[in-house]
């Protein structure tokens, strides 16, 4: 590496939806130590559409990106390549003292493989979350991210364990909380009514909702909504669960094309489905602040209902944040119809099972991460 800066320069990189609520208060923290410690932040524009990204920066309160790779959409190996090939003179220009890189997705893999050939150090937060399934696109990006990461930062102490058994050195691994709760707990004032939602989503209030409330459903996992079979699947039971209680449907656009390519169209045209485009954060906040339960196929929309105390139904085989069962409100229900409707209905009677938050899911994660920053690369 050559001569640092001054202030040092911690490169925050963005790339997709579930990046932006985990940067935010990260962002916010730099602001205060910005003496000390500069933040340049590129976004890889893995994610473009306004809905997906405009927003979030602006609710967020996340400063204009420095950079914008504007990579786009394409296939695994041509999302990744692009963005290594468009960060990599950004990095030689900027000469960060480290690159730090959230969650899972291609732009976190993609970005750390680039800094990592050029020996600057690598800030993963969200490390060592595994579902053990190697099918899932963003297990193959966590398990490579950590492997080549200098400081993980995990959300909850199964994490540490995960790391270990993969032979990261414990010295560089730290328990810091959720910085995606900091952002929740930030906004949760902010939350904008579900009745508003759907009165500039659908143009009216649906009447249906008003007397029994609603549930909130997401879906946009490969595995669920990338093979029609599956997805058919799914949408019919979803179905089946509006006859008890009315859904809102906000969706994805991977989700959305599956749909329109497959015609399945008619499943979720029902008058008790309201599928909506892809809300903003502040929305989505309020739509499941005020939800009966929410089913989800989301890692994040796992840990944040965890944190509002509302019930979760996991629409996967198994999830990389266990806590949210152990401790939360989550229960991992699969695909299996009977499972679902079985979940619905105990939740519907019971209320569902009650969750506490989880240890130092508190909002000062992004706090800590950067006190631990100053304390260690920084200083050496
Ligand atoms: C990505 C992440 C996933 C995360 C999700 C949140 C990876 C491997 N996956 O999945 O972990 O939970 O984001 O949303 O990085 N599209 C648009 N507009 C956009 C973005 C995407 O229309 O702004 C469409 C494109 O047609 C694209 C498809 O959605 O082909 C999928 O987008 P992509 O970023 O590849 O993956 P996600 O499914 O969004």
Redesign the pocket.
């Known amino acids: 590496m050559g001569r640092r800066m001054f202030p040092p320069v911690l490169m925050c990189i963005v790339?997709?939806?579930?990046n932006f609520m985990k940067i935010a208060p990260i962002a916010t923290e730099l602001q205060k130590h910005k003496d000390a410690l500069r933040l340049s932040l590129v976004h890889t524009g893995?994610?473009?559409?306004e809905?997906?990204?405009g927003a979030f920066f602006n609710q967020l309160g996340i400063p204009q990106p420095d950079v914008d790779l504007e990579v786009g959409?394409?296939s695994?190996a041509v999302?990744t390549a692009q963005i290594m090939l468009r960060f990599e003179p950004v990095l030689d220009t900027v000469k960060p003292f480290a690159v730090l890189v959230v969650?899972?997705?291609?732009?976190?893999i993609a970005c750390s493989l680039v800094a990592v050939k050029k020996n600057i150090p690598i800030i993963h937060i969200e490390a060592g979350l595994r579902s053990y399934d190697r099918q899932m696109?963003?297990e193959v990006?966590r398990v490579l991210t950590d492997q080549i990461s200098e400081l993980l930062f995990t959300t909850e102490r199964s994490a540490k364990l995960n790391l270990l058994r993969e032979g990261i050195g414990e010295a560089k691994i730290h328990f810091v909380g959720n910085v995606m709760i900091d952002s929740l707990l930030n906004h949760l004032k902010q939350a904008v009514p579900y009745q508003t939602t759907l009165r500039n989503s659908t143009g009216a209030l649906p009447q249906c909702v008003l007397p029994n409330g609603y549930g909130v459903l997401t879906l946009?996992?490969?595995s669920n909504v990338d093979d029609p079979v599956v997805l058919e699947r799914l949408l019919g039971v979803v179905s089946s669960v509006s006859r008890k209680l009315p859904i809102l449907f906000p969706i994805?656009?991977?989700t959305r094309?599956m749909i329109e390519q497959t015609r399945l169209g008619n499943l979720v045209k029902q008058p008790a489905i309201l599928s909506i485009p892809p809300v903003s954060y502040f929305e989505m906040l309020g739509l499941m602040k005020s939800a009966k339960l929410v089913l989800t196929d989301?890692?994040?929309v796992q840990e944040e209902t965890t944190a509002l105390g509302i019930p979760c139904i996991t629409l996967r085989e198994n999830t990389e944040r266990p806590i949210t069962v152990e401790e939360g409100t989550n229960t991992v229900v699969g695909s299996d119809p009977e499972t679902i409707l079985s979940c619905v209905d105990d939740i519907l009677q019971t209320g569902g099972k009650a969750g506490k938050v989880p240890e130092y899911w508190d909002g000062k994660a992004a706090s800590r991460i950067i006190k631990i920053v100053q304390e260690t690369i920084l200083s050496h």
């Open positions: 790339g997709a939806r579930p893995q994610h473009y559409d809905a997906m990204k959409s394409g695994h999302q969650g899972d997705v291609n732009s976190t696109p963003e990006n946009h996992r490969p994805h656009p991977r094309k989301s890692g994040g």
